[in-house]
Structures are given as C-alpha cells and as structure tokens.
C-alpha cells in the first residue's frame, strides 16, 4: 500500500495528509458524502447504523426520545450484547480467532480463543453465574489482569442482563471496595494473584478488602498465579471449577436498549469516583460502528489495542467494539518494557498486528527509549494507527506516524471520554484529513460546538468548551449511578440541560476539524488516566499529619501530567523525608500507583477564596512559573507571594 499522501501545508504550516486511493477504496467510508447524508437526519443515520449493525431480538418502536438532561435511544427494541459480540458470528466466523491473548512471560504459550471456544466459555460462566443467585439488573464487580477470564466475565454478564462494573487491577483494595460497595455489587471475579514485571501481585489479598462487603454474596477467584490462598468457605470459589461442571448451551437474554449494560467508575471534579451508566443498544451501536469506520477492520486484520479493560477505552475497544464486528484482537497481560522496551514489537511481529491502538504516554515513552528496540522487529504489518487519551504533540504524533507507521499508515486520533462510550472526534482512514495534534470531525450523526463563557460559537482558532447538541451521540452516558444530582450538575448545568458539556477546550482549526486541547476542570491525565485533584486530596486528607491540601497538576514529558501536592500539617508536627515517604505510600494504598504525588510541597497556608474554596489555579501557575491572574478575590492575597518564594517562581 502506498503511504498516505502530504499535499498540502495550511496557512498554520501545518501539514495534511490526505488517504491514498487504495486507502480510499478498501475503507467502510470513503467519501465524506457520510458526513452530508448523516446530518440531514442524524436520528435516521442512527437507525440505520443500528439496524445494519446489529442484531434485534425486538425491533424498536421509536427511534429516539428526550427528556432534557435524558434521552433514549431505540426505545422497546430488544438485544443482547453478548450475542452480538458471539453468537451471531459462529456460523461465518465460529473458527476464526476472537482473542489472541499473550501472556507477561514471553516462555509462557499465547492463548487462541475462537470465537467458537469464546462463546462456549462464555456460556459456561454465564450458566455458573446464574447459579450462584445472579440475576437481570445485579451488579457484579470485576477486578482481574488483562487475561481471557475478564472478557468472559463481562460477556457473561451481558448476557444474562448483569450488570458489570470493572475495576482497573493496579487499584488498590480500597478503590475496588469503595466501587462495590456503591454499586452494591452481589458477586465479585477476581484472581488469586498475577505477575508485573516479573514480581507476584497477590491480588485475591486486596480483593478480599470488597469480597467483605455487606452486599456480596459470592467471590469467583481466577486460577492465574498458582500462589497460596484463603478460600472463605460459603464466599469464595475456584472459577475453573464453576467451568468445569457448568452447562455450555445459555440462552442470551434479551434487554431493552435502554437498559443498563455496565457501569465504569470515573474521576470527576469532587472527591468520590462516580459511576457511569451505558446502556446497550445505543452503547453497542457506536462501539460497532466506531471501530468499524475508525479503524478500518475487515476480516484479515489482526488488530491491537494497547488499553488495560478497566479503562472505557479497554470496554470499547479491547472488548465490544472489536467483537461484535467480527475482529480477531490480542489481548497482552504485561507491560511494555517487560522484558525489555522490544516487548510490544515482539508482539506486533509475532502475530502480524494490523491496526494498533495505544496512548500518547505510551508514545513519548517509546520515543524517549530509542529506536534501537523497534529495529529489532519487523513490525511492517500495521497500517492504521491509533491514538487516544490526552492531546498528541507534533513531535510524538510525527514520531508515530515515521518510526511505527514508516510513513504509510495514517494517524487516526480518536477524541473522547468514558462518558461517551465511543469515539466522537476523529479523522476516517479512508476520507480524512490526517493533521498533526489535530483530533479531526465529529463522527457523522453527531453535532459537536464550540462556545465561549456565555454561551454562543467561538470563531475559527479561538479556544472555547467544546460541546455537544441533541440527538445526543447513542453511546453517550445514561446517568451517574445512584446518583442524578451529579449527572445534571456535571454534564448539564454549564449550558442548560440541552447541551452535553464535556470540560475539555478545544477550537476549529478549519471549517470541519477540531482541535482538543484539553480539560478545563479540576481532572488531569496521568499517563492517559483520569484523575481527579479531589480524589488525591481525600486520600492525603485522611494522614492524621495533615490539616488540608491542595494537588494540581504538573507537566511532564512522558505521563503528559503529574500530580504535585501542597500540603498543611497539624501544628505541632513538622516536615521530614519520612512523612513525605508516608504520604506517599498512604495515597498508593488508598487509590494506587497513579496518584502518587510527583512532589510534596510542605507550606503554612494554601490560596483561597472568601467562600474558603481553594484557588488550585494560582498553584498551578506557580509550579509552572506562568502569569499569575487577579489576586484580589483571595481570602489571603499575601499567601501568594509567600508560596512564589517556597516553590521559587520567577516570573512576574
Ligand atoms: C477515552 C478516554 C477523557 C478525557 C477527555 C480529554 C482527554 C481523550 C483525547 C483527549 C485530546 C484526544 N482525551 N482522548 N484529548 N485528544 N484524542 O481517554 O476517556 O479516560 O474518560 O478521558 O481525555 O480531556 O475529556 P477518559
């Protein structure tokens, strides 16, 4: 395939790539006629993605309904999730491999699960499920490594109506608790330990922390390590063994379209992680329509997302997305850099990966380790990639396109978020343009804006909040679990309940493109991951030293940002290394290795408003030595030349 063409450069010297004829001509979508169609009637659009996408038990009765801040789409059609990732596969595809899954040790044999072997498993667990008292509409809270086992949990539980609420496994006991116990989950899956890095993760020892909790009934324990464990008698039992005497045949029930598929907690701007709902007909359509169209996929693609399944991006694209089409998909256990910076190579090499998905972190991680590691393979096979989670820079995005793509695949930057299930900004392979830290066009169907403070459309190149306007994306969040306050407060008040509000800034680069260039609220993104100043000041708040505290975000070249934290102690209790290093582990323990502060910044007094709210932005500009803004809302203006000194600010 010829390499995707550089015609033009723009009056921002930026340079546009545009897809080749051949790129044109295999694409799903090659002519942005899509666009025009889709926006005559997108609420048509949607209905006809839906029903040459997926298959309905039910055909639905209205296509879409609002009431502002909820809407419903495909109201009283019927479906089940996990038969369209299986079942509806098994005759065309029944041999074909679902998941190649690889394990942390390159000794250790991959596994190849058809989608015949997949569905089989998944049935088994389903029919084990059911008898451990599960039933249509309970939680089940999942926390496991990257291995086949999670991709049967959530299928099983689609396809008997659960609900799954997955937990990333490098959170800590506490995080997973903290999520159970507000989804009330009955049943949790988990392992008896995994390996990082070569060293054992006794994970069935921090899950026990929610297996305790009052509303779980039964904990199912993976067999991945072969470590020692407590099996709880009348709680805990082995997942093989379930398997082992469970039925293969269980029928798929049929759900609503706007019932709820899963929940995935997430960080927002307030302390606690909150539950975000997506349902399942809207939910699946955009999945299989986005990974379709973005990705290009057809048969004889072998394709790879890098991201962990407790992130939405893993939900996505590492498990409905790439099923319900039809995708062969690798499934890696370990990390990058084990054993070595060549471990991902190894893998594109070893199985031909066409189309590989990861994050600018992962990116500028790679640049910085050296060419050296990819010269060792040949990873010539891919020919699309993707990258999502935090605004690309040019430099990596060129480094991407050059060094892994070697000029010829495109770049295809997917802008989105947990809350709406699927992409919503991205170039198409096949129509294009492919511009450096520019995401692309809302996904046809959808009505994205740009609007300033008061609410109208910004002008070309000005930075606004970027929104979005009814119909609302279908893969877009139903609700906060247990709690609409939230959901109306944090998506919906900004511009009134019409008006899906994202807390990100981006601006129109040209007439269709959109540049992103990221959040506006008190979130950051640690290497691609969500969290949330609030989050990080709970778990520091509650070390019996500190009075309060306050943690921005810093730069940083390889995990985008990093959290800094300023801290006020007790009065009698001065600073030392060993407090700093407790507070540190105490924020490891309480969320996990992500949060931990970059660095503690010990001082006597933290900005504030006359409300007492904590003023993170003159911190923020602080630590990066920016201009500071008005000062004279603050409770305590003198603090601010007082933190200039400790934090050793020179500019004016
Ligand atoms: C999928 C995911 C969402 C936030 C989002 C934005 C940032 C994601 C991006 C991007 C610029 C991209 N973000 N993709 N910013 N370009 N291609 O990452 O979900 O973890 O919920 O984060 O990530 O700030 O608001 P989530």
């Known amino acids: 395939m010829k390499s995707p063409k550089l015609v033009e450069v723009d009056k921002s010297k930026k340079h546009i790539y545009w897809p080749t004829p051949d790129m044109k001509e295999r694409a799903w979508a090659g002519t942005d006629k899509i666009y025009k169609d889709a926006a005559k009637d997108p609420k048509a659009f949607w209905a006809k993605l839906a029903q040459d996408g997926l298959d309905w038990e039910t055909p639905w009765k209205k296509v879409y309904e609002e009431k502002p801040p909820y809407f419903k789409w495909f109201l009283g059609g019927k479906l089940n999730a996990s038969y369209n990732c299986l079942d509806r596969h098994l005759k065309e595809r029944g041999n074909k491999a679902a998941i190649i899954w690889e394990p942390e040790s390159p000794n250790e044999k991959p596994r190849v699960l058809t989608y015949k072997q997949l569905h089989r498993e998944v049935c088994q667990f389903a029919n084990a499920l059911k008898k451990l008292g599960i039933q249509k509409g309970d939680r089940v809270g999942i926390y496991l490594p990257m291995i086949p086992e999670v991709i049967v949990s959530m299928l099983a539980c689609a396809r008997i109506g659960a609900i799954h609420s997955v937990v990333f496994s490098a959170f800590s006991g506490e995080s997973f608790r903290t999520r159970v116990d507000d989804c009330k989950a009955k049943v949790v899956i988990t392992c008896d330990g995994y390996s990082r890095r070569g060293k054992p993760i006794e994970l069935k020892k921090q899950a026990d922390l929610a297996s305790s909790a009052k509303s779980v009934k039964k904990a199912v324990i993976v067999k991945r390590l072969g470590n020692n464990v407590d099996m709880m008698d009348g709680r805990d039992v082995w997942y093989h063994e379930l398997i082992a005497e469970a039925k293969a045949e269980c029928k798929a029930q049929p759900m609503e379209a706007n019932s709820t598929l899963f929940l995935l907690y997430t960080s927002g701007t307030t302390g606690k992680p909150k539950g975000v709902i997506h349902d399942t007909g809207g939910y699946l359509t955009q999945a299989y329509w986005t990974t379709l169209f973005d990705f290009d996929l057809h048969d004889n693609d072998v394709y790879w997302c890098t991201a962990d399944i407790g992130w939405i991006t893993g939900h996505t694209y590492a498990c409905y997305g790439p099923l319900s089409v039809g995708a062969t998909m690798v499934v890696y256990e370990g990390g990058p850099d084990y054993p070595d910076w060549g471990r991902f190579w190894s893998i594109v090499e070893k199985f031909g990966v066409s189309v590989f998905y990861t994050a600018p972190t992962a990116i500028r991680m790679f640049k910085k380790m050296g060419d050296k590691w990819i010269k060792k393979h040949d990873i010539s096979s891919i020919r699309l990639l993707g990258t999502v ?224 709210k904590i003023m993170r932005r003159f911190l923020k500009s602080i630590l990066v030595n920016e201009k500071l803004g008005d000062a004279t809302t603050l409770q305590n203006p003198a603090i601010v030349d007082y933190l200039k000194e400790v934090v050793g600010y020179k500019k004016k």
């Open 389 to 612: 989670g935090e605004p690309i820079d040019n430099e990596a995005w060129y480094w991407y396109f050059k060094t892994i793509g070697g000029g010829k695949a495109p770049v295809i930057d997917t802008w989105w978020q947990t809350e709406t299930g699927g992409t919503l900004i991205t170039a198409l392979p096949g129509i294009g343009p492919f511009i450096p830290t520019v995401a692309g066009r809302p996904f046809p169907g959808t009505i994205a804006e740009i609007l300033d403070d008061m609410g109208k459309p910004v002008k070309k190149g000005e930075t606004g909040y970027l929104v979005f306007k009814p119909p609302f994306p279908p893969g877009l969040l139903r609700g906060v679990w247990n709690n609409s306050k939230k959901y109306r407060d944090t998506y919906w008040s900004e511009y009134g309940n019409k008006t899906y509000f994202t807390a990100d800034g981006a601006k129109w680069h040209d007439k269709h493109n959109i540049r992103v260039t990221g959040r506006v609220d008190d979130v950051m993104k640690v290497a691609g991951h969500r969290l949330s100043s609030a989050e990080v000041e709970d778990a520091l708040n509650s070390h019996p030293a500190i009075i309060e505290s306050a943690v921005v975000p810093k730069p940083d070249e390889i995990r985008g940002q990093v959290p800094v934290a300023f801290i006020v102690l007790k009065r009698d209790i001065e600073p030392s290394e060993d407090l700093q290093k407790g507070i540190v582990s105490a924020v490891k323990k309480e969320i996990g290795p992500t949060a931990k502060p970059h660095q503690i910044i010990f001082v006597k007094g933290l900005p504030k408003t006359r409300s007492g």
